[in-house]
Each structure stands twice: as structure tokens, then as C-alpha cells.
């Protein structure tokens, strides 16, 4: 059962540290998404990329943020410096292009900034 | 500014009982409509999906209607049972673009 793999599960730092969460997609899958988990705002989109190309990224905060896919397996984002508003759970996601094919998720990466 | 609403954050019911969850979007743009459950540590499944051609989708005990004169759908679960109980989002989109927006989130609650 295929499925999208983050790293790691959890994730304690204090402010100012860099942290950089990783995202497997699903073998095949073409376009990949990053979302922030918050209890006010829900599932918010930050970036997503096809074929490893940056499609949208206006949710992020780019002065502390970016991500990248330097390969087709391999997504990374990363906070620096981390500060503590951004204590949430990241979600990597994956879909193949074409209509509107689901998107799965990874099992998140919970973030806690002190 | 959130362009799709779930305003009931949480909704307990009673087993074998309907479980209707609510949502509302503002963006007359979206065309396609679909729900997640989510259970803790885990991340989003797809559930099911509607798109603006419809006004409702069926698939086993879930159903989502959609009425877009109101920016409105709904996904109704019958009979409710204990492993429905999860976090559900709304989520929506231009038919063929992969880009999601979600809602808060709705917790269903089934009680035994």
C-alpha cells in the first residue's frame, strides 16, 4: 500500500534553530503539496510543486520559510529561524496530475517551537 | 480570509443515527467539492467528492449534496457508526487543478 512518508514524526526546538521537515511522495506521483495544520485556520496550503517545479508558494512566509524538491522522491521544508507561531502539524501531500485525483497525505510532522 | 467554512467545530451523535456536516464556501470559482476524515496522528483520506455538475454524490453510507445557489454542501453519514468518528474537512477547487482549499474542520463524535 503506497503511501507518503514524512520525517520526522515530531519535532522539538527552540527559537531561532533551523528545522527542516522531509516528505517521500508516493512513487509516481508528479505534484506534491505542503500544508500547515492550525486550529484557527484549518489546512492551510503553503507551497506545492509539479514535477519539481514551484507552482505556488503565496503561503508562505518567505522571509523564514522555503522549500524545495531536489529530487522526484525527496520534498523538503524549511524554517529558519523557527519562532514559536509556528508550533503546528506540517502535512506533505501527493497527487498525480490529471483531473482531480485525490491527494494523500503523509502522517504529518508535529512541530513545536519553544 | 477563509473561503471555506466549516462553522460547526465539533458534532456528536448517536450511533446508527444520520451525522450531517456542514459547509460553506465564498469563491464562486470552485467547481469541485471534496470531504477528509482524519483520525488523530494520522493525515487527511479522501472520502468523497462532487463536482458543480452534480447536486449529490452517494457512496455507500456517505453522501454529500451540493447546492451552489447557496455556496452550500453537505455530507450526510447513515447510519453513523464509532469508527466514523474522526476530524472532517471540506475541501474545494477549480476542476482540474490539483490545489486544494480546506475548511477548519468539523469533530464528529459517535457515541455509542
Known amino acids: 500500500d503506497a503511501r507518503v512518508t514524512q520525517t520526522p514524526r515530531h519535532k522539538v526546538t527552540e527559537m531561532g534553530q533551523e528545522v527542516t521537515m522531509r516528505c517521500q511522495p508516493i512513487l509516481g506521483h508528479n505534484t506534491v503539496f505542503w500544508y500547515r495544520q492550525t486550529m484557527m485556520q484549518g489546512l492551510e496550503l503553503l507551497a506545492y510543486f509539479r514535477n519539481r517545479a514551484p507552482l505556488d508558494d503565496s503561503g508562505m512566509p518567505k522571509d523564514r520559510f522555503s522549500a524545495e524538491m531536489p529530487d522526484a522522491t525527496l520534498a523538503t521544508l524549511k524554517i529558519q529561524p523557527s519562532e514559536p507561531r509556528d508550533s503546528a502539524v506540517y502535512f506533505c501531500?501527493?497527487?498525480?496530475?490529471?483531473?482531480?485525483?485525490?491527494?494523500?497525505f503523509g502522517n504529518g510532522t508535529r512541530l513545536t517551537v519553544t | 480570509d477563509q473561503q471555506v467554512k466549516q462553522n460547526s467545530p465539533s458534532l456528536s451523535v448517536q450511533e446508527g443515527r444520520i451525522s450531517i456536516l456542514n459547509c460553506d464556501y465564498t469563491?464562486?470559482?470552485?467547481?469541485?467539492f471534496l470531504w477528509y476524515k482524519k483520525y488523530p496522528a494520522e493525515g487527511p483520506t479522501f472520502l468523497i467528492s462532487?463536482?458543480?455538475?452534480?447536486d449529490k454524490n452517494e457512496d455507500g453510507r456517505f453522501t454529500v449534496f451540493l447546492n451552489k445557489s447557496a455556496k452550500h454542501l453537505s455530507l450526510h453519514i447513515v447510519p453513523s457508526q464509532p469508527g466514523d468518528s474522526a476530524v472532517y474537512f471540506c475541501?474545494?477547487?477549480?476542476?482540474?487543478?490539483?490545489?486544494?482549499?480546506f475548511g477548519t474542520g468539523t469533530r464528529l463524535t459517535i457515541i455509542p
Open positions: 475541501a474545494a477547487a477549480n476542476f482540474g487543478n490539483e490545489k486544494l482549499t
Open positions: 462532487i463536482s458543480s455538475i452534480k
Open positions: 469563491n464562486s470559482m470552485f467547481d469541485y
Open positions: 501531500a501527493s497527487a498525480l496530475t490529471g483531473g482531480n485525483s485525490p491527494l494523500h
